[in-house]
């Protein structure tokens, strides 16, 4: 099963899902037993050479699966999402490129097939996420360093599961490292029903959190309104209602947003920032509007606004204890090092 998140509707990501779910089906059969003897089945996967348009660049492969050495783990996919990271990835403007030629995707769920014989963290059966971004997770199966994969609990949702290392774990560190909020605290956020912003209203719900959640206008809004409140959302606004001169009194029944999170940019984020109480911080992860952030000189001068970005590669990186270094031979085929699938010699 592969998911298809954030893009869908897309034309790229349509494609993407298309040729994931055909890629699904012709590699594996939902019976096919776990164990370290076990065949390796024909792996296919999502592989682009250069950057570019996903629907023109990437392309579904066969290729070869690696023999499992002694770090090595041999991990079956089980479902993998498509992000905006993993399309700005392909097209070059991401903060984190890898080696060409890669396999796309940098998030998804894999159950562990077999393992080298120094691996001691996994061992088969076991049910497996990516460590960090660039992993490579669009393909039915492949191997990858232990040391590159986290073990999590098999009685996750398989979807959950799939979607487990990005969306929550921005909501989370956003809502604890920026600002010192105590419950009852308010938080505003833009794309509220995206990945991340579904996860701060869950998170912020467990805290004691209360949220502002901003939307777009669309003909089912009671529909969305009401899913976002079985989260945990207390309100539920879309941008025009946020623009409204009303939304003064809003704010008089409720304490003034000391955080708020941006995924848009543009006039939505102009929106968060004219709300947030005096020395509060805004926390931009995303530009879905491709269009700055402005804030105007009173704002920064008369409330002393902060301006803040996260990205939470860098913040796994600035938080991740030194490994050892290791020199891994580059695998044929030209594929990143620390996923050893690699194409077919030539017939």
Known sequence: MWGCGALLGARAGLRLCRELFLAWNRGWSAAAPYSASAEPSRVRALVYGHHGDPAKVVELKNLELAAVGGSDVHVKM??????????????????????????????GVGQVVAVGSSVTGVKPGDWVIPASAGLGTWQTEA??????LISIPRDLPLQSAATLSVNPCTAYRMLMDFEQLQ????????????G????????????????????RDRPDLQKLTDRLKS???????TEEELRKHEMKNF?????????????????SSTELLRHLAPGGTMVTYGGMAKQPVIASVSQLIFKDLKLRGFWLSQWKKDHSPEPEPVHHPSPPGGLAAQNVTRPPPPS
């Open 183 to 194: 419950p009852g605290d308010c938080v505003i956020q833009n794309a509220s029903n995206s």
């Open 78 to 107: 089980l479902a993998a999402p498509i992000n905006p990271s993993d399309i700005n990835m392909i097209q070059g403007n991401y903060g984190l490129l890898p080696k060409l030629p890669a396999v796309g995707g940098n998030e």
């Open 251 to 267: 704010f008089k029944d409720m304490p003034p947003p000391r955080l708020a999170l941006n995924s848009v940019g543009g006039k």
């Open 196 to 215: 991340v912003g579904q996860a701060v209203i869950q998170i912020a719900a467990a805290l004691g959190l209360r949220t502002v959640n901003v939307v």
């Open 231 to 237: 989260l945990g959302a207390e309100h539920v606004l």
């Open 143 to 148: 191997v990858f360093s232990e040391e590159a």
